[in-house]
């Protein structure tokens, strides 16, 4: 039974050839909050790639994060277009957060507000399937819109019959059927690429006495040691506290109340229809800002490294993780640097990675951990908020403590 892992089909990196990209992908476009066109360069990744290998459709984007010369707001510069989107985001899981933050703090948060009072009609947008809505109360109207046709035809068989109404459409032009009393947008106004569009068509939608629930990620709390960092591909507008004030009163929205979420980076707005501003007043503390965050972010990439340095040389490595965090630390660490002639392969839970490969690497099932034989491999977690959970799954599956390398001392989990 000696040297089993024979049979595995190990590559080295960037063994695959045939990954592109297209000029349909990405679109360039004026600045998000102010509407002007003049920005300056802060992080560029030339040929970032988007999960899995094709010869068959565009993978590879460059992405290039600004930050507006007038306003001050950071943002993805050029941004995807619907249907690079669609190319690019296709194995992500579910397009949107509606995962991130808690559902059943934002439900009580909402409820004491009395924002979920019988009779109430409540519009979600950016609703994915629905479920965030199958939790609210039934005595209320619950509509939902998305982008996202097939979690929309999903949720309608598995929502609808419970009272749930989910209309697909455009964030910027969907017909509502009623104005809404109370509109809510969790984690989604940072995905979009024209926000101010979008809440200008929420507020023509609304009634005078219409709340509008915002909540997204903000710079200022963008500090923490996860490779990706703040300045995420899955975001298109990286806000701050000021940028998102700014862009709310120019889409004619009034901001009521604040509140910084205390265990995960989530800034929540409750606004109302009010007068449009014209002007966006930019806050250069937003300079500062960025400074800090990156001061941070290449702190933890050298920690990182470091780490990565002192593991001992083996000619093959398992990487657990086939998604987004993979291809950062294909960009920002030494990890496939070190050894060009190193093998690798990449396990993944997720069924739709397996079977296929990440720059020439296979993705395979993590059952496969069995048939590897450790004494010139190391596992390498290739996760963030995974990686105790990883880490339980390989030692249950036998895997020796030794060869099991964490690119994290800590793990804040959201
Ligand atoms: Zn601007």
Redesign the pocket.
């Known amino acids: 039974m000696k040297n089993k892992s024979l049979n595995l089909p190990w590559a080295k990196i960037d063994s695959f050839v045939g990954n592109h990209t297209s000029p349909a992908l990405t679109v360039h476009r004026p600045?998000p909050?102010?509407g002007?066109l003049h920005c300056r360069t802060l992080l560029v990744f030339d040929d970032f790639q988007f999960y899995s290998d094709s010869e068959e459709q565009p993978k590879r984007a460059q992405i290039r994060e600004v930050q507006?010369q007038?306003?001050h707001?950071v943002y993805l510069n050029p941004c995807y277009t619907s249907s690079g989107f669609g190319y690019l985001f296709a194995e992500a899981g579910q397009s949107y957060g509606s995962t991130e933050g808690r559902p059943q703090e934002q439900i009580n948060w909402m409820g004491v507000r009395g924002l979920l009072d019988e009779g109430k009609i409540f519009l979600d947008a950016g609703c994915y399937d629905g479920r965030f809505l199958s939790g609210l109360p039934k005595s209320i109207r619950r509509i939902g819109i998305d982008i996202d046709a097939p979690a929309i035809v999903r949720g309608q068989e598995r929502y609808g019959l419970d009272g749930v109404e989910l209309i697909h459409g455009a964030f910027e032009a969907f017909q509502c059927p009623v104005e809404p009393d109370v509109i809510s947008m969790f984690h989604v106004l940072e995905h979009l690429a024209n926000p101010v569009e979008v809440l200008r068509h929420l507020r023509s939608i609304s009634h005078e006495e219409t709340r509008l629930i915002i909540e997204v990620p903000i710079l200022e709390y963008g500090k923490n040691n996860d490779i990706n960092g703040f300045l995420s591909a899955q975001h298109m507008t990286h806000f701050s506290a000021h940028s998102l004030g700014e862009l709310m009163s120019r889409a004619g929205w009034e901001v009521l109340e604040r509140q910084q979420m205390s265990d995960y980076d989530g800034h929540r707005i409750l606004a109302k229809p009010g007068g449009s501003s014209i002007e966006?007043m930019?806050d250069v503390s937003d300079r500062t800002r960025v400074s800090e965050y990156f001061e941070n972010w290449y702190r933890n990439l050298s920690e990182v490294a470091r780490k990565i340095e002192s593991w001992p040389r083996t000619s093959r490595m398992v990487i657990w993780g086939g998604g987004m965090h993979s291809e950062f630390l294909y960009q920002v660490t030494p990890l496939f640097l070190q050894d060009i002639q190193c093998e690798y392969i990449v396990v993944d839970s997720d069924p739709i990675k397996q079977g296929k490969s990440w720059r020439g690497l296979s993705i395979l099932n993590p059952n496969i951990l069995k048939e590897v034989e450790w004494d010139d491999c190391l596992l390498v977690i290739s996760s963030y908020g995974g990686q105790e959970n990883i880490a339980k799954a390989a030692a249950s599956m036998n895997v020796p403590d030794s060869v099991v390398k964490r690119l994290y001392d800590y793990v804040t989990v959201y």
Request: proline share 0%.
């Open positions: 600045c909050i102010c002007t507006c007038s306003c707001a966006v930019g």
